[in-house]
């Protein structure tokens, strides 16, 4: 079986995130968004993010391997029991899955902060400065280390934290709720192993 990547993170100039058949967090580097000078800097922030996720994404790669060693048994045996066992290891694995994405949510904002405090230690060294004058992108490169010093503040693709209601100043009493009008109240089924069936596909949670 092969499972989607699931939800990572997604800059400009390159994206993570974890692959449960590899059992990690990958990443790719987009080298056209940014000057070459700063590609190790870049490379640096995408490790970072890798580091960070690498144990939670391990939760979900092992819950994966279980899923595809249940079904492929179940397959192969046709007992009941084995059915059984392979159903929950898919109801399991898509609940790990649900418990990553919910972790990166999160953890959103310390998951920025470090990625880009790499690429910004990675890029004030003497030599990426002296490769940037020498291929004259000192100009983007200060602007890219500008923005990035911002994006650690506030991250961009991170979501912004639910608004607090304003407390009622101090001795006046709160309005009463306002009761609710009479009469208003406030993922598929896996298929079972002892069906005939293709590779199994847990939906695409990957960020794009």
Same mark, same amino acid.
């Given at each position: 079986?092969? %499972?989607?990547?699931? #939800?990572?993170?997604?800059?400009?100039? $390159?994206?993570?995130? *974890?692959?449960?058949?590899?059992?990690? +967090?990958?990443? #790719?580097?987009? %080298?056209?968004?940014?000057?070459?000078?700063?590609?190790?800097? +870049?490379?640096?922030?995408?490790?970072?993010?890798?580091?960070?996720?690498?144990?939670?994404?391990?939760?979900?790669?092992? @819950?994966?391997?279980?899923?595809?060693?249940?079904?492929?048994?179940?397959?192969?045996?046709?007992? !009941?029991?084995? +059915?059984?066992?392979?159903?929950?290891?898919?109801?399991?694995?898509?609940?790990? #899955?649900?418990?990553?994405? !919910?972790?990166?949510?999160?953890?959103? !904002?310390?998951?920025?902060?470090?990625?880009?405090?790499?690429?910004?230690?990675?890029?004030?060294?003497?030599?990426?400065?002296?490769? *940037?004058?020498?291929?004259?992108?000192?100009?983007?490169?200060?602007?890219?280390?500008?923005?990035?010093?911002?994006?650690?503040?506030? /991250?961009?693709? *991170?979501?912004? /934290?639910?608004?607090?209601?304003?407390?009622? /100043?101090? $001795?006046?009493?709160?309005?009463?709720? =306002?009761?609710?009008? #009479?009469? =208003? $109240?406030?993922? $598929?089924? /896996?298929?079972?192993?002892?069906?005939?069936?293709?590779?199994?596909?847990?939906?695409?949670?990957?960020? @794009?």
């Amino acid at each position: 079986m092969r %499972y989607a990547s699931l #939800k990572g993170r997604l800059e400009e100039a $390159g994206e993570a995130a *974890c692959d449960p058949d590899k059992g990690k +967090v990958v990443f #790719k580097i987009n %080298y056209d968004k940014f000057p070459f000078c700063m590609a190790d800097c +870049v490379f640096a922030h995408e490790k970072a993010h890798a580091d960070f996720g690498q144990a939670e994404c391990a939760k979900v790669s092992a @819950a994966a391997k279980a899923a595809t060693d249940a079904v492929e048994k179940a397959k192969k045996s046709g007992k !009941k029991e084995d +059915v059984e066992k392979a159903e929950q290891a898919l109801k399991d694995f898509e609940k790990a #899955k649900e418990e990553y994405d !919910k972790w990166v949510g999160q953890n959103c !904002k310390e998951d920025e902060e470090k990625a880009y405090q790499a690429g910004i230690d990675k890029c004030k060294s003497a030599e990426i400065q002296k490769q *940037c004058a020498a291929s004259k992108e000192t100009t983007r490169y200060t602007q890219i280390m500008k923005q990035w010093e911002d994006f650690k503040k506030a /991250p961009p693709n *991170c979501a912004p /934290p639910p608004k607090q209601p304003s407390p009622a /100043p101090s $001795g006046t009493a709160a309005p009463p709720t =306002t009761p609710a009008p #009479k009469g =208003t $109240g406030e993922m $598929g089924a /896996p298929r079972a192993p002892s069906e005939e069936m293709p590779p199994i596909l847990p939906e695409d949670t990957a960020v @794009a």
